[in-house]
Every structure is written in C-alpha cells, then in structure tokens.
T-cell receptor
Framework: DTEVTQTPKHLVMGMTNKKSLKCEQH?????MYWYKQKAKKPPELMFV???????INESVPSRFSPECPNSSLLNLHLHALQPEDSALYLC??????????????FGPGTRLLVL | AQTVTQSQPEMSVQEAETVTLSCTYD???????LFWYKQPPSRQMILVIR??????QNATENRFSVNFQKAAKSFSLKISDSQLGDAAMYFC????????????????FGKGTKLSVKP
C-alpha cells in the first residue's frame, strides 16, 4: 500500500479565515513533507518532518504553520493567507530521511483558493 | 547547487507508439538518485520509475524505461506502446544520496513536460 490521503480535496477561504489541511499515511514512513505547487510549475518544498520533528522550513511565511501530531498524520494550519497563496498543496511521505534515496509518495493534494 | 532541465515543455505521441522525454541535470556529486514522476490532470503525483546513480543498468518498469547516461548527465524516459492514460505532466527529479542535512536530501524537480496522447 503506497497511499497517502489528503483532506479536503478543495478549500476556499477568505483572507481572515483559519483552516487546516490534513495528510495521513499508514506506510510506516517517518518522514513527511508539504509542497506547494502553482499551475504549470513543479512542486516547491515547504516543510519536512522527520520522526515527528520539523527538520526543514524552506523560509515559508508564518501564516503557514505545520504540525505533526504523530507518525501517521501531518497538518498544515493556515491563517491570514493571501490570494497568491492559492495553489495545490501536496503532502508526501518517505522512509526516514537519514537513509539515502528514499522514494517520496505523494497524496492527491488539496486545491486551495484564497479570496 | 543541483539543477534539473527538461527542454521539452510539450510532447505529443500517437497511441501505441513510442515517445522519449528528455531530462538533463547538473551536479558535482557522484552518488544520487533520479526519478520520473507523472502528474495527470487529477494532479496526483505518481512515481513512474527510479534510478540509482551507482547502478549502470537502466531501470525499467513495464512499458517505461530510462536511458541513464551518467557521464552526459542525461536521464531520458521512454514510454513504449503509449496509452491514452499516459497523458500527463511528467517531472524529472534529482535527489542527493548524501546523508541528510539542510536541503541536500530534497527532491529537485525539472519544469515538466506535458505529454499528449492522440487516439
């Protein structure tokens, strides 16, 4: 089973709203990732968690707040977003990132529209 | 810094024919991994094939195979017997095999090639 699930599939929010994106995997992976993808562009890495601890933050604005409550779940809390934050948000997971060459498995994404 | 280049923004192939998508990369490292991901209109990123740089043998996965030329830093994807379901954006990606630290373990993506399959 190489399934990563994400909810919701679509999200529309105003700039003053607070919302959360959720990601779940049951492959025993201990590394999880958030990517942002704009239309017709490759994914851009936002955050990496390893063993439920944040290991990379690619200079992402503080209006994005990640959380990894356990080894299977990854959340992305959104607050006071801007219209330019509208994008597809992809979650991925892999085996522990201290090993080499782990394949990342992606979820279907959440399409976010900020009005 | 490593870079990945996909020089073909769009490609088209007739159903049942063969098509090759090109990818070149730049790195000073000798040990790394290369991937092809497929992203159909549903937007889910699906792994197509993976290649370890230390392996000379080209990876294959059913109708998908790669031509890995390490010296030339080239990693092309060949799709045989193309099917309508192969229509998608294809991304080539690089990942360092260094022990993880900072951004060295990140996936570095090319800009993608949009493949259309004609019936």
């Amino acid at each position: 089973d190489t399934e990563v699930t994400q909810t919701p599939k679509h999200l529309v929010m105003g700039m003053t709203n607070k919302k959360s994106l959720k990601c779940e995997q049951h492959m025993g992976h201990r590394a999880m990732y958030w990517y942002k993808q704009k239309a017709k562009k490759p994914p851009e890495l936002m955050f990496v968690y390893s063993y439920e601890k944040l290991s990379i933050n690619e200079s992402v604005p503080s209006r994005f707040s990640p959380e990894c409550p356990n080894s299977s779940l990854l959340n992305l809390h959104l607050h006071a977003l801007q219209p330019e934050d509208s994008a597809l948000y992809l979650c991925a997971s892999s085996q522990v990132i201290t090993r080499t060459g782990e394949t990342q498995y992606f979820g279907p994404g959440t399409r976010l529209l900020v009005l | 810094a490593q870079t990945v280049t996909q020089s073909q923004p769009e490609m088209s192939v007739q159903e049942a024919e063969t098509v090759t998508l090109s990818c070149t990369y730049d790195t000073s490292e000798s040990d790394y991994y290369l991937f092809w991901y497929k992203q159909p209109p549903s937007r889910q990123m699906i792994l197509v094939i993976r290649q370890e740089a230390y392996k000379q043998q080209n990876a294959t996965e059913n109708r998908f195979s790669v031509n890995f030329q390490k010296a030339a830093k080239s990693f092309s994807l060949k799709i045989s017997d193309s099917q309508l379901g192969d229509a998608a954006m294809y991304f080539c990606a690089y990942r360092s095999a260094r022990r993880y630290g900072g951004s060295q373990g990140n996936l570095i993506f090319g800009k993608g090639t949009k493949l259309s399959v004609k019936p």
